[in-house]
């Protein structure tokens, strides 16, 4: 119930695509999702977040989409650029809880062709 | 900006011998965490750490692991006896927060840890 499930596990887009990125949850006590992304060699970066009281939230050509009755959120990114090739990760957490952990999803290798 | 700072970026040790690992959180955060990310595999929670007690921790942090706060700027992670499992890229990560709000947590560059 712990689990957030990602997909797809890699992404090949072209250069002004658009980059699709799902997860799933189980656990209703989740109350916060963040994305991070992750160049190699370095620690997760927040890229943007949202929280279930609303369905989308937008910052630049980043999209977080949620779904709370079907327990899923994605990532769109628009105009994707090679700059954005990256390891994305969806996250969870429960805000309400002690110990503020985060779960997170398996990550998505995203490769944007120039 | 405020960054989450780690020493050192890649530690070489042998079976069985013990390592440290170092984190200096973000100032005014409350809130502390050790991750770990075995190579080609997602972030894996390990241990969370609020008002200088362990608030949370995973199966993986077994009686092998132990974080401090020694003097109120550095986290430590000591992993007393290394095994080659061990081997995996730790994050450390802070947030801040007052009573129960929670904010973003921002993470380290990472420690490689190589077992050998």
């Known amino acids: 119930q712990q689990q957030v499930k990602q997909s797809p596990q890699s992404l090949i887009v072209q250069k002004g695509g658009i980059s699709i990125i799902n997860c799933a949850y189980e656990n209703t006590a989740f109350d916060y999702f963040p994305w991070y992304q992750q160049f190699p060699g370095k620690g997760p970066a927040l890229l943007i977040a949202i929280r279930p009281d609303v369905s989308e939230k937008k910052e630049g050509r980043f999209t977080i989409s949620f779904n709370k009755s079907a327990k899923q959120f994605s990532l769109h990114i628009m105009d994707s650029q090679p700059g954005d090739s990256a390891t994305y990760f969806c996250?969870?957490?429960?805000?309400?809880?002690?110990?503020?952990?985060?779960?997170f999803g398996k990550g998505t290798l995203l490769t944007v062709n120039p | 900006e405020p960054e989450v700072t780690q020493t050192p970026s890649h530690q070489v040790t042998q079976m069985g011998q013990e390592v440290i690992l170092r984190c200096v959180p973000i100032?005014?955060?409350?809130?502390f965490y050790w991750y770990r990310q075995i190579l080609g595999q997602k972030v894996e929670f390990l241990v969370s750490f609020y008002n200088n007690e362990i608030s949370e921790k995973s199966e993986i942090f077994d009686d092998q692991f132990s974080v401090e706060r020694p003097d109120g700027s550095n986290f430590t992670l000591k992993i007393r006896s290394t095994k080659l499992e061990d081997s995996a890229m730790y994050f450390c990560?802070?947030?801040?927060?007052?009573?129960?709000?929670?904010?973003?947590?921002?993470f380290g560059q990472g420690t490689r840890l190589t077992v050998v």
């Open positions: 996250a969870a957490l429960n805000s309400g809880g002690s110990n503020y952990k985060l779960t």
């Open positions: 990560a802070s947030s801040g927060g007052t009573g129960v709000r929670y904010t973003e947590a921002f």
């Open positions: 100032s005014n955060h409350l809130y």
